[in-house]
């Protein structure tokens, strides 16, 4: 009877360590959900979970898989729009705006409109070898490989000292050329 009380000692502080030893799975944070859903290709409830992480975090990443899940969801209007606001916004305003609203122009078969904001991306570049790199690398993520050689070959005019003979190469593996 005397080490009765030691023994329920034992058996709480024994419960007490295998309680705290079990973890509760972190919650998840709302780019995470977001992603998780749209890889499962629930559309519907991505969309808004990435546009608050886009208008959160300010990172493209997000906003493109927005587009591409409106996209999906046939609501063109809604893509023209929400990129038509961040347009708007920026300023000097960003190439790849402009190439996400041609993908949007594309996707709706209006072929001769995505060709002129294509074009007008590839106008507007500033005249440094970064934004030239930038921009052709978001023609490459739509797709459009052919965009992405007329960026490369007028980033040639302006810098001839950079050829972008390893970025030119790179498109035409994509191109089969």
Known sequence: MKYLPIIFLLVVFGFKTVLAQQTVPPKQTDAQLAVAYYHALDFEKA????????????????????????????RYEEAED?????????????PDLLIDLGWVYDAQGKNEEAKAKYQEAIDMIPANKGNYISTANSFLQWGKYEYAEKTYLKGREFFPEEPFNYELARVYLYLRN
């Open 47 to 74: 969309a808004p979970l990435l546009l608050a992480t886009y208008k959160n975090s300010k990172n493209n990443y997000y906003f493109r898989l927005y587009l591409n899940a409106l996209l999906e969801l046939k």
């Open 82 to 94: 929400e990129i038509s606001k961040e347009i708007r916004k920026q300023r000097p305003a960003n």
